[in-house]
């Protein structure tokens, strides 16, 4: 390393850190003019880093947003009552309408997370920025979208 210089100064010259060894490789300027359009180096890492750090709030923020909007939905459901209800043996999904909607509804999220993650780990990878981190979202988000959809959807198919 240069007296005195840093990787953050100079990330082009970091030969260490492989998180970034398997992102696509740009292709390599034919002429002066596309050296010149080249992304700074610097700016690409700072990307690169972004880009871990959305990764993991998409798989965290689908996971609790799966919980939020399952317990808002539950709400309504609750508040409308039902036969399941008034006969005692549910306190919050009272009707075999709330059985079909609600299951339906709330996992909508996990689906959405899980589709989401796939489009931004495919739109990372052709824009040459870090998409390692969106896979190990993707492997998080798909058996929990699993999980969520056997768990509540037994709700649907036989009621409670």
């Given amino acids: 390393m240069a007296l005195g210089r840093s990787h953050s100064e100079h990330p082009e010259n970091d030969l260490r850190a492989d998180a970034d060894s398997a992102n696509l490789p740009r292709p390599f300027p034919r002429d002066f003019d596309e050296l010149a359009d080249a992304p700074d180096p610097l700016e690409e890492a700072r990307r690169n880093q972004a880009s871990t750090r959305q ?20 709400i309504p459901a609750r508040l ?10 549910a306190t919050w999904i009272c009707s075999r309408t709330a059985e079909i909607w609600w299951p339906l509804a ?55």
Avoid: D
């Fill in 106 to 160: 709330t996992s909508v999220v996990p689906v959405g997370g899980v589709i989401g993650c796939a489009i931004m780990l495919y739109r990372k990878y052709i824009n040459y920025t870090r998409w390692r981190p969106w896979m190990g979202a993707f492997w998080i988000l798909v058996p929990w979208s699993m999980l969520w959809m056997t768990t509540v959807g037994q709700m649907l198919i036989v009621g409670h």
């Fill in 80 to 89: 409308a009552g039902g036969e399941l209800c008034e006969a005692g043996t």
């Fill in 55 to 74: 990764a993991i709030w998409w798989a965290a923020g689908t996971i609790l947003g799966t919980f939020v909007v399952a317990f808002l939905l539950a």
